[in-house]
């Protein structure tokens, strides 16, 4: 934690949760289409809509990643971090306005569609940008800690997200929300400061490199890395959550708790992780993560997770492997990248990965997917473990983070 006593370190940690926080996800929109049905649309319209809504981010999601990619490249990390922070302001509000003022928010869904691509538009610079920005000003030992601990604060904005989605009705939750977006200014008043204040010390700059040719490989596996974090994030909802319920007969109590209890466990095994890297090789650690991940996965069917405390202690088993390939994956993305536009290549090779990953889920999971089927083992989670382990075995040598 001791990143986080540095004024600049702490603004953009808190920056990266609130962001995270303001990102307009599933939970926001699974709200709205369950409390606005009508009986003027058919049954499928909700399924049709999401279909619609998860092409439109997926397209969002790449188009923000190109354009903050090239920006941050043209411009440097701070005016980037403006036009992000004056979009979460800009998009948040109007979600708020939406909210307030819509008698019956199922006849304005294509306004919240087109509001979700501009907020969706911002997401892949929330997490990346400002980790690239600090692991270019520290040293190479402390990249896996940045990395962990930015990702920790993204998985905090998004357990928040989630509390506040399920707590709160959707203009109380939209007020919140406002209110975060609004905080996020407020920081980057006193963020921008700071960084004027460095970049202008005769003892920080960052030098800009000549850009110099990447290998396929290398930008195939910052891609494979991005789909196994995107799998991961979302296995739960798309996968593990259904099965759960339909086949299991969880009762959502036990739903619920486990849940939480792989959030926790993530953020704890995060830290963990992190500090076991100062001592392991971060590319075996997380090969054996990938290893225990696939088999984690494939032992659900075989585990009787309708016994509560059994459910709870797979999601925690789940999240300790998960956690061990998070903590070094950002720091192994920007080593990767750091001789070659690592703002442009290290944002859109990340994020077209966790895209598709998203994407994937979508048709093949039971209730959305086009199957209708539980595929526990054909999931994106699992075949991105499996090509990504592939192409980390073929690399001769990893990049060393400690």
Same mark, same amino acid.
């Given at each position: 934690?001791?990143?986080?006593?540095?004024?600049?370190?702490?603004?953009?940690?808190?920056?990266?949760?609130?962001?995270?926080?303001?990102?307009?996800?599933?939970?926001?929109?699974?709200?709205?289409?369950?409390?606005?049905?009508?009986?003027?649309?058919?049954?499928?319209?909700?399924?049709?809509?999401?279909?619609?809504?998860?092409?439109?981010?997926?397209?969002?999601?790449?188009?923000?990643?190109?354009?903050?990619?090239? !920006?941050?490249?043209?411009?440097?990390?701070?005016?980037?971090?403006?036009?992000?922070?004056?979009?979460?302001? &800009?998009?948040?509000?109007?979600?708020?306005?939406?909210?307030?003022?819509?008698?019956?928010?199922?006849?304005?869904?294509?306004?919240?569609?087109?509001?979700?691509?501009?907020?969706?538009?911002?997401?892949?610079?929330?997490?990346?940008?400002?980790?690239?920005?600090?692991?270019?000003? !520290?040293?190479?030992?402390?990249?896996?800690?940045?990395?962990?601990? &930015?990702?920790?604060?993204?998985?905090?904005?998004?357990?928040?997200?989630?509390?506040?989605?399920?707590?709160?009705?959707?203009?109380?939750?939209?007020?919140?929300?406002?209110?975060?977006?609004?905080?996020?200014?407020?920081?980057?008043?006193?963020?921008?400061?700071?960084?004027?204040?460095?970049?202008?010390?005769?003892?920080?700059?960052?030098?800009?490199?000549?850009?110099?040719?990447?290998?396929?490989?290398?930008?195939?596996?910052?891609?494979?890395?991005?789909?196994?974090?995107?799998?991961?994030?979302?296995?739960?909802?798309?996968?593990?959550?259904?099965?759960?319920?339909?086949?299991?007969?969880?009762?959502?109590?036990?739903?619920?708790?486990?849940?939480?209890?792989? !959030?926790?466990?993530?953020?704890?095994?995060?830290?963990?992780?992190?500090?076991?890297?100062?001592?392991?090789?971060?590319?075996?650690?997380?090969?054996?993560?990938?290893?225990?991940?696939?088999?984690?996965?494939?032992?659900?069917?075989?585990?009787?997770?309708?016994?509560?405390?059994?459910?709870?202690?797979?999601?925690?088993?789940?999240?300790?492997?998960?956690?061990?390939?998070?903590?070094?994956?950002?720091?192994?993305?920007?080593? &990767?990248?750091?001789?070659?536009?690592?703002?442009?290549?290290?944002?859109?090779?990340?994020?077209?990965?966790?895209?598709?990953?998203?994407?994937?889920?979508?048709?093949?999971?039971?209730?959305?997917?086009?199957?209708?089927?539980?595929?526990?083992?054909?999931?994106? &989670?699992?075949?991105?473990?499996?090509?990504?382990?592939?192409?980390?075995?073929?690399?001769?040598?990893?990049?060393?983070?400690?």
């Amino acid at each position: 934690m001791q990143l986080l006593r540095n004024p600049r370190d702490l603004c953009i940690f808190l920056g990266v949760l609130l962001q995270s926080l303001c990102s307009i996800k599933l939970v926001w929109l699974n709200d709205l289409l369950t409390k606005t049905s009508s009986a003027s649309f058919s049954l499928s319209y909700p399924v049709i809509f999401l279909y619609i809504w998860s092409m439109t981010t997926f397209i969002s999601r790449v188009t923000g990643g190109y354009i903050f990619g090239k !920006y941050a490249e043209a411009r440097g990390f701070l005016a980037a971090q403006k036009i992000l922070v004056l979009g979460y302001v &800009l998009t948040t509000f109007l979600f708020f306005l939406c909210c307030a003022y819509a008698t019956h928010l199922h006849q304005i869904r294509p306004m919240i569609l087109i509001l979700v691509y501009f907020n969706v538009l911002l997401f892949p610079a929330t997490l990346i940008l400002p980790a690239v920005y600090l692991m270019k000003c !520290y040293s190479t030992s402390s990249h896996v800690k940045i990395g962990a601990l &930015l990702i920790l604060a993204s998985v905090l904005g998004y357990v928040l997200s989630y509390i506040i989605a399920n707590e709160y009705n959707t203009q109380k939750m939209s007020l919140i929300i406002c209110g975060a977006g609004l905080l996020c200014g407020i920081i980057y008043f006193f963020e921008k400061k700071i960084l004027q204040q460095l970049e202008e010390s005769a003892h920080f700059q960052i030098k800009k490199r000549k850009k110099i040719s990447q290998s396929y490989k290398e930008k195939f596996l910052a891609t494979l890395v991005g789909g196994v974090c995107g799998a991961g994030m979302t296995h739960n909802y798309f996968f593990i959550e259904p099965y759960a319920l339909n086949v299991s007969i969880i009762n959502a109590h036990t739903l619920k708790v486990g849940y939480i209890s792989f !959030y926790i466990a993530i953020g704890v095994f995060l830290l963990l992780a992190a500090k076991a890297c100062d001592y392991l090789d971060h590319g075996k650690l997380m090969i054996r993560s990938l290893f225990g991940i696939l088999l984690t996965v494939a032992s659900l069917k075989i585990l009787d997770i309708s016994i509560n405390h059994l459910y709870v202690a797979y999601q925690v088993v789940f999240a300790f492997f998960f956690a061990g390939f998070l903590a070094p994956s950002s720091a192994l993305i920007f080593s &990767l990248f750091k001789e070659n536009q690592p703002f442009f290549n290290s944002i859109i090779w990340y994020y077209l990965g966790l895209s598709f990953s998203y994407l994937t889920g979508y048709f093949l999971s039971n209730g959305l997917g086009i199957f209708q089927q539980y595929f526990l083992f054909v999931t994106p &989670l699992a075949l991105s473990c499996v090509l990504c382990l592939i192409v980390m075995k073929s690399i001769k040598k990893i990049p060393q983070l400690n």
